[in-house]
């Protein structure tokens, strides 16, 4: 495997899109910062990464606590320059509007919207004095229209969309790539499958076509070609969603 002398955080490396997202740098030569709240989970992660002759460091993270942040990445930009960034935090809840609570609103919001504000700026208070960088942020259907129950979880992505603009216009003069990706689909998880088959039972599971999901491995793979593009081409926005996706 390649080494590459930077590192690449992902900060939500959950069990399938922020998994894949970090073999997917691992593989090019990255040291990979993951963090996720229960730190403790990443452990497949990391014997994935290692087994396959990558370099991982696995870190308990709370996003939402501007001191975790700051420690995590200046962590990761001790052990090598900080190159690239992906905030990969969801909180996607459904709940109906009479029935969203202040609690829950609030929680949505600072996962994923004020902990993507946080992540942004460090990440970028250590690329900006180089003059090189990337900064991904994972947005979803609901951060272009809300929809029936996602009050809470469209108001917070549509606020990440925003941070991700409004960062892009300041930090692309300043050689800093900030991209928003949009995956408007269901992602082949566990957690999906189940709201499936609790919504139509075994016959709506068995009606899905393959591919008709979008596996983590093909946002990775997003992911890694906004970081290959060269900067007269750059995008801010980037939709992905399978062939089958009505939009």
């Given at each position: ?12 490396a ?46 308990s ?14 962590d990761?930009?001790?052990?090598a ?49 180089r003059?090189r ?23 917070a ?37 189940e709201?499936?088959?609790?919504a139509?039972g ?17 946002v ?5 070609q906004l970081y ?9 926005e ?6 089958a996706?009505?939009?």
């Amino acid at each position: 495997m390649p080494e590459k002398n930077a590192t690449a955080a992902v900060i939500g490396a959950g069990d399938f899109i922020g998994a894949a997202i970090a073999r997917r740098f691992a593989a090019a030569g990255f040291t990979v910062f993951a963090g996720r709240r229960n730190g403790d989970k990443l452990a497949p992660l990391v014997a994935d990464i290692e087994g396959a002759g990558g370099r991982v460091v696995a870190r308990s993270l709370d996003a939402r606590k501007e001191e975790e942040i700051v420690a995590f990445l200046a962590d990761a930009e001790r052990h090598a320059p900080l190159e690239v960034c992906i905030f990969n935090i969801g909180a996607n809840v459904n709940f109906p509007l009479l029935e969203t609570t202040e609690r829950v609103f609030r929680k949505v919001w600072e996962m994923g919207c004020y902990s993507g504000f946080l992540a942004t700026r460090e990440a970028a208070r250590h690329m900006l004095p180089r003059g090189r960088g990337c900064i991904f942020l994972t947005g979803a259907t609901a951060s272009l229209r809300g929809n029936v129950g996602y009050s809470a979880f469209a108001s917070a992505k549509f606020g990440l969309r925003a941070v991700a603009q409004s960062a892009a216009r300041e930090l692309g003069p300043r050689n800093i790539h900030v991209a928003h990706l949009i995956i408007d689909a269901g992602v082949d998880t566990a957690f999906v499958r189940e709201r499936i088959k609790a919504a139509g039972g075994e016959e709506a599971l068995a009606r899905i076509e393959p591919d008709q999901l979008m596996r983590p491995e093909s946002v990775a793979e997003a992911y890694w070609q906004l970081y290959q593009q060269p900067r007269d081409a750059w995008s801010f926005e980037h939709e992905i969603r399978p062939f089958a996706e009505k939009w």
